[in-house]
């Protein structure tokens, strides 16, 4: 075949890609030329600042059909989108499937943050997979479904303390709000920010969004401020660059799919299935 009649069947395998994740709910998908600018900024911001070899090896020569690493990286523009573009219908199918009722979660564990300074350590993913799994259980609920990833973003307090405060989003089907309530409660310390609700249950609007909105590949930063109505509110800003390099090396530390959380009573290969095809 020739590079020619190569590059056509990609474009249209593409615009196929683009048009089953807009029928889904996300018109604005990330298109490979997003990905390829992205990619192209994170790797030239690796050249200037430095990075574990082994994690970001590789990265330059990644593209929306091909992987340039040794071991697909959860930092790789392209890796994440193929990710999304696998999971999110396959995981519509199976929620579409279930009789309900279908919640939005987020969780803001206190024990899930760690101060900026300090090296990421994966097993903080590990442990916060464990606890929601636990907590999911003690339901004993026949047919309970839940899928969702743990991400992190950067919080910055009046004081000038900054953390990164890790969370999960998650998607849940076959329990009731107050069940889910009570299964996930968790007692804050006095030391927690009085604004910060640790969990947050919402009804599922549009569902292929949401899904899509559990598993992005996104950081930010989150300033506190006090509103005229006296509540408190958080602005939402773009990381800046010594903390957006942080963030990328952190995900480049990561193989492709280590946030994605799925749960079901007997685990199928969704997982393997979704996230590593390319």
């Not at 579409?96 to 101060?115: C, D, N, R, Y």
């Not at 259980?137 to 969702?148: C, F, K, P, S, T």
């Not at 530390?253 to 946030?259: D, E, V």
Request: proline share 6%.
């Amino acid at each position: 075949m020739s590079i020619s009649k190569r590059g056509d069947k990609e474009a249209r395998r593409q615009h196929r890609i683009q048009s089953k994740m807009a029928a889904l709910g996300i018109p604005d998908f990330e298109t490979p030329t997003a990905c390829a600018e992205r990619q192209q900024i994170m790797v030239a911001r690796f050249g200037r600042r430095g990075a574990q070899p082994e994690t970001v090896e590789g990265l330059g020569d990644c593209s929306a059909d091909t992987c340039g690493m040794f071991e697909c990286r959860d930092g790789c523009h392209y890796a994440a989108r193929r990710l999304r573009h696998n999971l999110v219908p396959l995981a519509a199918e199976f929620f579409s499937k279930h009789k309900g009722p279908l919640w939005f979660v987020t969780i803001v564990h206190p024990e899930w943050s760690w101060p900026s300074t300090q090296p990421f350590d994966p097993e903080r993913i590990r442990e916060a997979h464990q606890w929601l799994a636990a907590r999911l259980e003690r339901l004993n609920i026949q047919g309970l479904l839940a899928m969702g990833a743990w991400e992190f973003v950067l919080i910055e307090e009046d004081d000038g303390s900054r953390v990164w405060a890790g969370h999960m989003h998650i998607i849940v089907a076959g329990a009731s709000h107050a069940a889910l309530t009570r299964a996930l409660a968790i007692r804050t310390p006095k030391t927690v920010a009085a604004y910060i609700k640790p969990v947050v249950i919402k009804n599922v609007g549009n569902r292929g969004r949401q899904i899509g909105y559990c598993i992005m590949r996104f950081g930010e930063r989150r300033i506190p401020y006090e509103g005229r109505n006296g509540r408190v509110n958080q602005n939402h800003l773009p990381l800046r660059t010594p903390e957006q390099h942080y963030f990328d090396q952190t995900l480049c530390s990561l193989n492709i799919g280590a946030r994605v959380f799925w749960f079901e009573p007997r685990p199928r290969t969704i997982q393997k299935i979704a996230i590593y095809a390319v």
